[in-house]
């Protein structure tokens, strides 16, 4: 286990080696260029953050904190501030000791995203990390209308040695959804991991839709904890975090999955997503294997980001 966190860390670090370039390499000449701590000093700081897509709500509480930290500690010289920039950052993206409770309770975890943007590559995922920790899992192919969605999440399933319910294309989803929670009851299942639609472009369905498969879950299986994650594609940047508002206003997002950072510049936007709608980026994945979805940790992700090296504990 120890093993595997220590790939992925590197695999962090490789991976967000485009936002670094973006971020931090004009930072760090900001940190050695300025020989005082002024205002344009911060302006410099403020304006790198932006760019490098950690959003203006962010960033303004960054620099705020770190302006009553220099004063505080009366610091004078720029390349002091260097550390108090990463704890601010890593402040502002702490996700805390409940966000994963589902994991601890009998749950439904719903997993919403539009095409694209790897969400049924990450339910298998999840679904294997899931089952890697003793739990019994059923996955229900509830996106019945993408071609060859089911056919894909049943081979995750058979990946990852996971039961699935569903994956007629043209099914209701809801009816998948009714069959799954039928399953997970009689299996005894710890977690019901539910593949559902995202076509953002047709709001008023997705909504209908939702709505159809919350009544399903409320009816018949009220004792499971509810938990509903939006897979977001990294690269994307700002149109993510547009994506994850409109979802936000049409279902109860507990949640964020933000794949492909490994690819990205935009690397900062999961910071951005966190402070501007208050939903905590809970997994983060830097590839294609099974093990490269992980529970998202600030600390590591700004070390990773900064490359901080530190000592293996």
Sequence with gaps: ????????????????????????AGIDSIFSGFSSIDDDFYE??????????LGINATTAII????????????KEPSECKQLLIDSIKEQMDVGETAYEFENRQ????????????????????????KDQGKKVILA???TFRAAAGEQLTEWANRAGVDIIG???????????????????????????????GRLHNKKNLMNE?????????????EAYRETLVVLDGTTGQNA???????????????????????????????????????PVKYIGVGESIDDLQKFNADEFVNALFNVQTPAN
Excluded: W
């Design 167 to 197: 994956g007629q294309e043209g099914s209701d989803p809801a009816a998948v959804v009714f069959d799954a929670v039928a399953s997970a009851k009689a299996r005894h299942a710890d977690v019901l991991l539910c593949d559902t639609a």
């Design 44 to 53: 410099e700081i403020e304006e790198i953050l932006v760019m490098g897509d």
């Design 241 to 279: 975090l547009a994506q994850a508002r409109e979802f936000s206003e049409i279902a109860d997002i507990t949640g964020i999955i933000l794949t492909k950072l490994d690819g990205t510049a935009k690397g900062g936007i999961a910071v951005a997503i966190h402070s501007e709608l208050g939903i």
């Design 107 to 130: 749950s439904v975890v719903l997993v919403i995203g539009v095409n694209g943007v790897g969400k049924t590559t990450s339910v298998g995922k999840l679904a294997g990390k899931l």
């Design 64 to 75: 705020e904190d770190l302006k009553a930290k220099v004063k505080e500690q009366k610091i």
């Design 141 to 143: 192919a509830a996106d």
């Design 210 to 222: 939702l709505g159809k498969i919350n009544r399903v879950l409320e009816r018949e299986y009220p």
């Design 1 to 24: 286990m120890m093993e595997e966190k220590k790939g992925f860390f590197k695999r962090l670090v490789e991976g967000l080696s485009k936002t670094r370039a973006n971020i931090v």
